[in-house]
């Protein structure tokens, strides 16, 4: 469907559900307009007074997490078999697959030559590894010498008939490429094709790339190099590779990590290689590397994925800021867009780059580090997610966590999540394990009480966000120890509203197990580039 009529169709179904919403019942009687209610601060001191509220948090109350099988892949890319079957590829070579996005089996094996995933891909291209780092093994080193494989892509190509494999090939934090194989079985193994885009390279190093292919030496000279070396900060580290088809059915391949930001490019279907565009300073395109969309400076900015999400009529491109580990405030931020090559921006029409500021304000904020109930370590250093829309459009996000106190050690996760009334994503509190959201909306009591409440901020830290208790009453208002404020629900949907402070969020309510299978009601909502959770238990 194309943009037009996809935008029209969306027009008559929204008018139709708002007057189904009006002429019908449910949700807590508030016209389907109204988001929260006005209480002055006399009203909501009034109002706390006649209640017994305990505010103690106590998680200890809580069954704890039946842990899944611990099979570690960093950066996992997730892509659906045509059995049904779930697959996510990442970093080192890793693989897993599984059949309920929870219990993940190892598929690949790392550096290893009985890696039966990878084929190939190391054999008989010296030239590109040798680049990269060294090609004398495949087992990364602790200096600069060991090549690594990082953060693979997997898409099937319907022009070619073949599953693509990208990924890069890297030894600095700016000299690397980007490559692909392919494979007539999604489990590979994927043979070699072809390298794509070199980054990291001086005036000396530059004939061992095919940048000359596409600008003069005086450009590159001019454009690519300062002080005789990379100018990394302007330009990408051709790293994290992700291929996605957008709404007409054109390739993309965008990719970058820090360095000089992210970067797309269109990929031609029919080969799988780059279409390297004309340039066009004005809006950020060069003719080699794309189009720059986000970051620069070489602020942390990495783990590119882009989603187009036909329901809502969004493009949303996920990354990751702050340092990969456990204590580097490593997390999982979104923008936005209504075309594929941007502009892409934050719940404040912004977005990070070279000159910006501080990146922190900059990109919706859906998950850092965090404690809940029912959790026996806290998250840490969640991030470098894909996404994906399963077949019965329920909408998922695949990352990888590391745990507190547990080191360095990560596996995945996978949340499912909601696109709110005004098009932003809002993740679940706790890992999928099947459940469905209620189109109709939840009855109020099945809504109000005592929640266990998460506030993810927007900082890039180290620190754990701790549940708060939050109270939301049968009259429309929130209570919690040292905040107050309003909530409400639409009639017939499972979408909410709630005002902390200055500050309204939207989102849903979704009932759903926690960590360890226990049925709770739970909220998820966005607002100022903020991320909220809450978790109800019937006690």
Same mark, same amino acid.
């Given at each position: ?9 969306a027009?008559?179904?929204a008018l139709?559900?708002v ?10 009687g508030?016209?389907s307009?109204q988001?929260?209610?006005?209480k ?14 305990d505010?103690?948090v ?10 899944p099988a ?13 059995d049904?079957t779930?697959?996510?590829?990442g970093s ?5 697959k599984?059949t ?6 190892r ?20 030239d ?20 690594r ?15 693509c ?9 700016y000299?690397s490429?980007?490559?692909f ?22 005036m000396d ?7 000359? @292919? ?5 450009? *590159?000279?001019t454009?690519?190099?300062s002080? +005789?070396? /990379? !100018?990394?900060r $302007?330009?990408p ?26 970067f797309l ?15 066009d300073?004005?809006n ?6 794309g189009?720059?969309l ?7 900015i ?29 997390q999982?931020r ?5 075309t594929v ?11 990070? @780059? ?5 990146? *922190? ?6 998950? +850092?580090? /965090? !404690?809940?109930p $029912?959790v ?34 990560h ?30 909306g939840?009855a ?9 409440m998460?506030?993810?901020g ?13 109270y ?26 709630i ?10 309510f979704?009932?759903?197990t926690?960590?360890?299978g226990?049925?709770v ?12 959770w ?5 006690e």
């Open positions: 469907m194309n943009r037009k009529k996809f935008r029209a169709a027009c008559c179904m139709a559900a007057m189904a919403l009006t002429a019908g019942c449910g949700g807590n508030m016209d307009t988001k929260v209610p006005e002055s601060k006399e009203q909501l001191d009034k109002e706390r007074k006649k209640l017994d509220l505010f103690s106590d998680l200890s109350k809580y069954a704890k997490q039946a842990v611990k099979t570690s892949v960093h950066d996992p890319s997730v892509i659906r078999g045509e049904g779930y697959y996510i590829f080192h070579m890793e693989s897993a599984s309920d996005l929870r219990t993940w089996e598929l690949g094996n790392g550096y290893q030559p009985t890696n039966t995933v990878y084929g190939n891909l190391f054999d008989g291209h010296t590109v590894f040798a680049y990269a780092g060294s090609n004398d093994s495949l087992i990364p080193t602790d200096g600069d010498g060991g090549v494989l990082w953060a693979p892509d997997v898409i099937y190509n319907e022009a070619m008939g073949k599953y494999l990208y990924y890069c090939v890297t030894s600095t934090f000299t490429n980007l490559c194989g392919i494979s007539d079985s999604i489990e590979g193994p994927y043979e070699w094709e072809a390298a794509l885009i070199y980054s990291g390279f001086d190093t530059i004939s061992g790339t095919d940048v000359l @292919d596409y600008v003069d030496r005086d450009y *590159a000279e454009n690519y190099i002080g +005789g070396e /990379y !100018n990394f $302007s330009w580290n051709a790293l994290d590779p992700s291929v996605f088809y957008d709404e007409d059915g054109r390739l993309w391949m965008v990719y970058g990590s820090w360095s000089g930001g992210i490019l269109e990929l031609d279907e029919k080969t799988g290689k780059v279409i390297h565009p004309a340039a300073p004005e950020n395109v060069d003719p080699y590397f189009k720059r986000l970051g620069g400076g070489h602020k942390s990495e783990g590119p994925y882009i989603l187009w999400d036909e329901a809502s009529g969004y493009y949303y491109l996920f990354v990751s800021y702050g340092s990969l580990t456990a204590d580097g405030g490593y999982i979104v923008f936005r867009s209504e090559d941007g502009t892409y921006v934050d719940m404040e029409g912004k977005y990070p @780059d070279g000159g910006a500021g501080v990146h *922190a304000f900059r990109g919706l904020k859906l998950s +850092g580090n /965090y !404690n809940l $029912s026996n370590l806290a998250y840490k250093a969640t991030g470098h997610n894909s996404a994906m829309v399963d077949e019965d459009g329920k909408r998922y996000i695949v990352y990888h966590t590391r745990f507190a106190n547990s080191g360095e050690v596996f995945p996760r996978v949340k499912q999540f909601f696109v709110n009334e005004e098009g932003w994503p809002c993740m679940l509190p706790y890992a999928t394990n099947g459940e469905t959201i209620a189109d109709e939840y109020k009591d099945a809504v109000v009480g005592r929640y266990y998460v506030n993810q927007t900082a890039i830290s180290a620190e754990v966000a701790q549940p708060i208790v939050l939301l009453t049968d009259k429309g208002s929130v209570f919690g120890e040292d905040v107050e404020g309003t909530w409400a629900m639409t009639k017939g949907s499972p979408y909410m509203h005002k902390i402070g200055e500050v309204e969020y939207s989102g849903v979704c009932e759903m926690d960590e360890a226990t049925s009601m739970t909220f998820t909502a966005v607002g100022e580039n903020e991320s909220i809450g978790v109800k238990y019937e």
